[in-house]
Nanobody, 124 residues
Framework: QVQLVESGGGLVQAGGSLRLSCAAS?????MGWFRQAPGKEREFVAA????????VYADSVQGRFTISRDNAKKSVYLQMNSLKPEDTAVYYC????????????????????WGQGTQVTVSS
């Protein structure tokens, strides 16, 4: 069973940067980041294929966030720049422990391992 542990959240002013990390135990394939703001549904942020050659982003973070991974360390990262107050949320690391011939990076139901979440707060 895959376990995920996030770190790196915190409080930052608008325009600032944060880097989230997620360490996995067990075999993972596609990995991603989702976020959930108070009173809202959990939403897709970014995902990366096992090889790292495919990276996809939500329109709201495109150009500001960068997802990366280090398979030797079984870790995935989310570099967040030019943060906005609307980026405030609990950020969750997620993984697909099944290798799909053609996965849907945006489909939350395909992610079967989740971290506990880390709070990111952006002040205006």
């Amino acid at each position: 069973q895959v376990q995920l542990v996030e770190s790196g959240g915190g409080l930052v002013q608008a325009g600032g940067s944060l880097r989230l990390s997620c360490a996995a135990s067990g075999r993972t394939f596609t990995m991603g980041w989702f976020r959930q703001a108070p009173g809202k549904e959990r939403e897709f942020v970014a995902a990366i294929s096992w090889s790292g050659t495919t990276r996809v982003y939500a329109d709201s973070v495109q150009g500001r966030f960068t997802i990366s991974r280090d398979n030797a360390k079984k870790s995935v990262y989310l570099q967040m720049n030019s943060l906005k107050p609307e980026d405030t949320a609990v950020y969750y690391c997620a993984a697909q422990s099944v290798q799909y011939s053609r996965t849907d990076y945006y489909e939350i139901k395909l992610y079967d391992a989740w971290g506990q979440g880390t709070q990111v707060t952006v002040s205006s």
